[in-house]
T-cell receptor
Framework: SQQGEEDPQALSIQEGENATMNCSYK?????LQWYRQNSGRGLVHLIL?????REKHSGRLRVTLDTSKKSSSLLITASRAADTASYFC????????????????FGQGTILTVHP | DTGVSQDPRHKITKRGQNVTFRCDPI?????LYWYRQTLGQGPEFLTY????????KSRLLSDRFSAERPKGSFSTLEIQRTEQGDSAMYLC????????????????FGEGSWLTVV
């Protein structure tokens, strides 16, 4: 299975509700990144959390990282119809020197649908 | 617009033909990556460059795939003798890399090049 695996695979909510997506991974990482992808489009970077960080915020986004459980979560608060998209976590592995190559390993993503 | 440009955005080709995709990264980014994404899946890493040096190509899917970055600026990804299984979106990404940049630099993706092999 892939290094990053998202859960749930699909999430359907009403506008104004919060959306939580989870990601699990297997090996030591340098950082973990969350991306958004609208249908048929490229990836938009949302947030990067380093392995020595536990929580990070950006606007309506909150990301947590638990390296002991090898898991991360993305919370989108007060969701909007425009948040409808696929969300991917991607791990950036740590090399022997403790740095990263920037070669991301993605999960299969969570498809989020926000109903107006 | 992230600043990473890919061309063409869409390509339909007949099986057996060769195709080439071009990527122009953000100008000050020395690292350039190629990924492939099939429907319903996350992107899959293929290869990457630091300046003009191709640092890893073991993930290229077969010897029909090749990539170049001759002057350390734009890059091309060529697929020879295309097969229907090559139908996918090919994504290019870039970032600053090297000593001192570990884990701090966002990787920016282009809009992708869709390939359909008929």
């Amino acid at each position: 299975s892939q290094q990053g695996e998202e859960d749930p695979q699909a999430l359907s909510i009403q506008e104004g509700e919060n959306a939580t997506m989870n990601c699990s991974y297997k090996t030591s990482i340098n950082n973990l990144q969350w991306y958004r992808q609208n249908s048929g489009r490229g990836l938009v970077h949302l947030i990067l959390i380093r392995s020595n960080e536990r929580e990070k915020h950006s606007g309506r986004l909150r990301v947590t990282l638990d390296t002991s459980k090898k898991s991360s979560s993305l919370l989108i608060t007060a969701s909007r119809a425009a948040d409808t998209a696929s969300y991917f976590c991607a791990t950036d592995l740590q090399n022997a020197g403790g740095t990263s190559y920037g070669k991301l390993t993605f999960g299969q993503g969570t498809i989020l649908t926000v109903h107006p | 617009d992230t600043g990473v440009s890919q061309d063409p955005r869409h390509k339909i080709t007949k099986r057996g033909q060769n195709v080439t995709f071009r990527c122009d990264p953000i100008s000050e980014h020395n690292r350039l990556y190629w990924y492939r994404q099939t429907l319903g899946q996350g992107p899959e890493f293929l290869t990457y460059f630091q300046n003009e040096a191709q640092l890893e190509k073991s993930r290229l899917l077969s010897d029909r795939f090749s990539a170049e970055r001759p002057k350390g600026s734009f890059s091309t990804l060529e697929i020879q003798r295309t097969e229907q299984g090559d139908s996918a979106m090919y994504l290019c990404a870039s970032r600053k890399g090297g000593p001192g940049y570990s884990g701090r630099n966002t990787i920016y993706f282009g809009e992708g090049s869709w390939l359909t092999v008929v």
